[in-house]
């Protein structure tokens, strides 16, 4: 059974530069000179993270959680629910279209992967 939570929500997922831009940098007093600075990255670069033009990387998230004391994960996560909504939104159309594989038939998908991990 598909997990349908993010493709059913009423809004977008809030973009990780969204809660850089309100939440993290003015609670840390940093302005976005000084962000870019404190990654190692242009000022551009944070600019479009920040206005949410730009999706958070491995690499960003990377350097964000080094730089805030959390998880790449966080961010990677935060980032990927924004991708997945605007992939589904984009493409709902042609995502009804598609036929399901009939459950008897289906492989234990969660099983092989276990394995090979």
């Known amino acids: 059974m598909p997990n349908n939570w993010l493709n059913n929500r009423k ?8 809660i850089l831009r309100e939440d993290v940098l003015p609670a840390a007093g940093l302005t976005q000179d000084k962000l870019a600075k404190l990654l190692g990255v242009s000022r551009r670069t944070v600019s479009e993270i920040l206005h949410e033009r730009r999706p958070v990387t ?5 350097r964000l959680a080094r730089a805030f004391g959390t998880s790449p994960e966080m961010w990677l996560g935060l980032q990927q629910d924004v991708d997945l909504w605007d992939t589904h939104q984009a493409r709902r159309k042609n995502t009804k279209k598609l036929s399901e594989w009939p459950p008897e038939k289906r492989p234990n998908i969660s099983v092989a992967i276990l394995f090979t991990a």
Do not use: L
Not at 58 to 62: L, N, R, S
């Open 58 to 62: 491995t690499d960003m998230a990377h």
């Open 11 to 18: 809004r977008r997922p809030t973009h990780p530069g969204e």
